[in-house]
C-alpha cells in the first residue's frame, strides 16, 4: 500500500524474479496464441508488478485500476498471476482463445481491472470518473490508470487532463509506458508530442523515472500520493524489455514471435521451452471464470410527478429539468448521490437550476463531450445516479465510440438528448439530429425512449433514474404540446404511468393506423382531424419506446387496411424497419407508408423544415389519403 519509506533487498529481488518469469509468460502466451502485443506487454510489465503488489487491492474500499492501453493485457495476466490472483498456467494456455476469459484486450471481471479498454484514449476519462465518486464518498482510495505514451496524442485525453486538474483529483495517479515506439515506428516520426510539457501546461506535477527500476517506480508512486494534485508518472521504459532482438522494435509491438523466435527468447531469457505443454493444455477448457461485475446501484426516491395543462406552455427540455431538481431535493440531501454532467450548455438543456441548488454534484466539462461521456460513464457504475445532457448531435453522434465502450462496460447512464431531429430548425442540417434512433440500436444495453409532450417526459425522468441501466431520452428544441386524451384531461396525467416497451394508444379508428412518438405525436392527431374531414379514421399510436414493437397493442389495429410510420428522423433508420419487419410477421396484406427523413434538413423554422421534407401535416394528410382512394 506504499506505506514503506523503501524497498528491502529481498522484496526487491522478489519483484525482479516474477518479473522474469513474467516475460517468458508474455511470449509463451502470445506465441502460442499466434497473435498479441508483446512488446508493449513486456514494456509495461515492471510498472504492473509494482502496483499489483503494492496498491491497496485486498480491503474495502480498495484501490482502482485502470489500463488504458488494454492490448498490454499479456503482461497484466502475467502480473496478475504471479503476484498470486490468476492461474498461471491457465492464462497462457488459453489467452485469445475463443470464450476464455483472457481476452486480447483487458475486460472488467479479471482481478482489479475495472474498466474494459481497448480503444485507447479513454482511460484517464474513466479514472476521472472513479475518482469522482471516491472523493464524494470520502473514501480514502486511490485510482491508478497506466497508459501508453502513443494514446497520448488522443484529443481525449487532453480534455481529461484539464478536467481531473479542475475538479482537484489528486486521487488519480496516471503512469504513462514512455517506450517511445508505436505500431508504425517511433512516436516522433508517427505523430511527435511533448507528452511532459503538455501535462505540465494543464497544471499536472509530473516525475520521471526508470520504468524498469523497481524502487524508482514505487518511490515516485508513493511521493505522489502524498501531492494534492494530480501527477503524472512518465516511466522511461524499452519496448521488448529483456529479449535484445525485440527491444526498441516496432515489429513486435502487434506481432507474436515466430516458434524460432521464440526459442531463442527462451534461451535468453534461461527459462524452459514447454510451449507443447501449453499447446495440449489449449485444447481443453479453463477453469477460471469471469466474475461478473456488477454495478452498485443505489435505489432512489422519484417523487410524485408533476402534472402540466397546454396553458402553462412547458416544454419538455424545462419538464425534464424541473423533474431532476425535484429527483435530487428528495434524495441528495438524504446522502443518495446524483451527479449531472453538462458540456456547456446548462441554458439550453435546462440544468441550471440543478446547479444552482448542488453545485458539488454538478460538472460543467465545457465543450468536451467526449471525455465527458466517458467520466459520465465510469461514475455510473459507482453507485451515484448519473446523469449526461447534451445535444442530440454531441451526445450520442460525436461521442458514440465513446458510448459504446460504455455500453461494453455495462454502465448505467441516463443520458439526456435535446434538440433531436428537424425540431432543431434555424441550426441547420449540422445541428439536426437526424440519426439518433440508428445510432443507438447498435448498442446493445441502451434503451432509447422519446417522450412526446412534458407530463410524458416527466414520468419517463422519474423512471430512468429509479430504474438500473443505460438509457437515453430524448427530446426536441421547441415546446411541443400538451397531449390529452379523448376525454379533455392530459393523456399523460395523475393516472399514467410510464412502463418501458409499451405503446399508448391516442386515438382509436378504423381506416389508418399511425405509429409515432415524440414531436411527431400532436401532428399525427392534427392529421387524424384532417382525415376525419372525409371520413377516414385513424388511430394514433405513441411508440415512446422506440426499440420496442408491442406486438399486443399493435395487432388490435392491424385490420386496418393503411399503417403509417411518421418521424422526423432518417426513415431508413428510425421505427420503420423494424415496424415493416413486424407487419410482414404478422403477413399485414394492407399498405405500409413510412414518412420520414431523407436527406439532411434546411436550415429554417421547424415548419418550414418538415415542410421541405413532405413531413407536414397537410403533405402527409393528401398522402394517405391518396393510399386509401387507391385500395
Not at 429527483?327 to 449531472?340: F, H, L, S, T
Not at 454502465?411 to 449540422?430: A, C, E, M, R, Y
Amino acid at each position: 500500500m506504499f506505506d514503506k519509506e523503501s524497498l528491502s533487498e529481498s522484496e526487491l529481488k522478489r519483484l525482479r524474479t516474477i518479473s522474469h518469469y513474467a516475460r517468458g509468460d508474455i511470449l509463451k502466451m502470445t506465441t502460442l496464441a499466434k497473435s498479441g502485443h508483446p512488446g508493449g506487454s513486456m514494456s509495461s510489465l515492471d510498472i504492473y508488478v509494482v502496483l499489483f503488489s503494492y496498491a491497496k487491492l485486498d480491503e474495502a474500499p480498495r484501490d482502482r485500476i485502470v489500463i488504458s492501453h488494454g492490448h498490454t493485457s499479456p503482461g497484466v495476466y502475467a502480473a496478475l498471476a504471479r503476484v498470486g490472483y490468476l492461474p498461471i498456467d491457465e492464462v497462457i494456455a488459453f489467452f485469445r482463445k475463443g470464450g476464455s476469459p483472457y481476452e486480447g484486450h483487458v475486460v472488467k471481471g479479471i482481478p482489479f481491472i475495472d474498466w474494459s479498454t481497448g480503444n485507447l484514449g479513454q482511460g484517464l476519462s474513466a479514472a476521472c470518473g472513479f475518482a469522482i465518486a471516491s472523493k464524494l464518498k470520502n473514501e480514502k482510495t486511490n485510482v491508478f490508470v497506466v497508459m501508453s505514451d502513443g494514446e497520448q496524442q488522443k484529443g481525449q485525453v487532453s480534455e481529461a487532463r484539464r478536467f481531473a486538474v479542475k475538479y482537484q483529483l489528486s486521487n488519480i495517479l496516471v503512469i504513462i509506458d514512455y517506450n517511445r515506439i508505436q505500431i508504425c515506428g517511433p512516436i516522433e516520426k508517427v505523430m511527435p508530442q511533448n507528452i511532459i510539457e503538455n501535462y505540465l501546461s494543464d497544471g499536472w506535477d509530473v516525475i520521471q523515472v526508470d520504468g524498469h527500476d523497481y524502487l524508482e517506480i514505487y518511490s515516485a508512486i508513493r511521493r505522489a500520493l502524498q501531492v494534492e494534485n494530480p501527477v503524472c508518472i512518465v516511466a522511461n521504459t524499452v519496448m521488448g524489455k529483456g529479449v535484445p532482438f525485440m527491444e526498441n522494435n516496432e515489429k513486435y509491438h502487434g506481432s507474436p514471435l515466430t516458434e524460432e523466435e521464440y526459442k531463442k527468447a527462451m534461451e535468453i531469457l534461461g527459462l524452459d521451452d514447454d510451449l507443447e505443454k501449453y499447446k495440449e493444455m489449449r485444447k481443453g477448457i479453463w477453469s477460471y471464470n469471469l466474475k461478473e461485475e456488477k454495478n452498485n446501484f443505489s435505489l432512489i426516491q422519484v417523487g410524485k410527478p408533476f402534472t402540466y395543462e397546454e396553458s402553462e406552455k412547458v416544454d419538455s427540455r424545462t419538464a425534464f429539468g424541473r423533474a431532476l431538481k425535484d429527483i435530487a431535493d428528495k434524495n441528495i440531501p438524504q446522502g443518495r448521490y446524483i451527479c449531472v454532467f453538462d458540456c456547456d450548455l446548462a441554458p439550453s438543456v435546462k440544468t441550471v437550476e440543478f446547479s444552482k441548488a448542488y453545485p458539488q454534484f454538478f460538472f460543467q466539462s465545457g465543450i468536451q463531450e467526449h471525455n465527458t461521456a466517458t467520466v459520465a460513464g465510469a461514475l455510473s457504475t459507482t453507485g451515484i445516479v448519473t446523469f449526461f445532457a447534451d445535444f442530440g448531435v454531441f451526445g450520442l453522434d460525436e461521442t458514440y465510440n465513446q458510448h459504446r465502450l460504455n455500453d461494453i462496460n455495462k454502465t448505467n447512464l441516463k443520458l439526456i438528448l435535446t434538440h433531436v431531429g428537424l425540431d432543431v430548425g434555424q441550426d441547420g442540417k449540422t445541428h439536426q439530429c437526424i440519426d439518433y434512433i440508428g445510432l443507438a440500436r447498435n448498442l446493445f444495453y441502451f434503451k432509447l425512449i422519446v417522450p412526446c409532450d412534458p407530463n410524458q417526459t416527466d414520468r419517463v425522468i422519474r423512471y430512468v433514474a429509479k430504474t438500473e441501466g443505460n438509457f437515453i431520452v430524448a427530446m426536441g428544441r421547441s415546446r411541443w404540446p400538451v397531449i390529452y386524451g379523448s376525454d379533455g384531461h392530459p393523456f399523460y396525467g395523475e393516472d399514467y404511468e410510464f412502463v418501458y416497451g409499451r405503446a399508448d394508444v391516442i386515438r382509436e379508428g378504423k381506416d389508418v393506423l399511425i405509429v409515432t412518438y415524440g414531436g411527431m405525436v400532436h401532428r399525427a392527431l392534427a392529421i387524424r382531424e384532417e382525415l376525419l374531414k372525409e371520413g377516414i379514421s385513424t388511430t394514433v399510436v405513441n411508440m415512446a419506446s422506440v426499440f420496442e414493437i408491442d406486438r399486443q397493442t399493435l395487432r388490435r389495429f392491424l385490420s386496418s387496411p393503411v399503417v403509417v410510420t411518421y418521424e422526423d428522423h432518417n426513415v431508413y433508420t428510425g421505427i420503420a424497419p423494424s415496424l415493416s419487419r413486424f407487419l410482414l410477421e404478422e403477413k399485414f396484406t394492407g399498405r405500409f407508408l413510412s414518412f420520414g427523413v431523407k436527406k439532411y434538413g434546411v436550415s429554417g423554422d421547424t415548419e418550414e423544415a418538415l415542410k421541405a421534407e413532405s413531413l407536414d401535416i397537410a403533405t402527409v394528410s393528401e398522402k394517405i389519403k391518396e393510399a386509401i382512394k387507391k385500395l
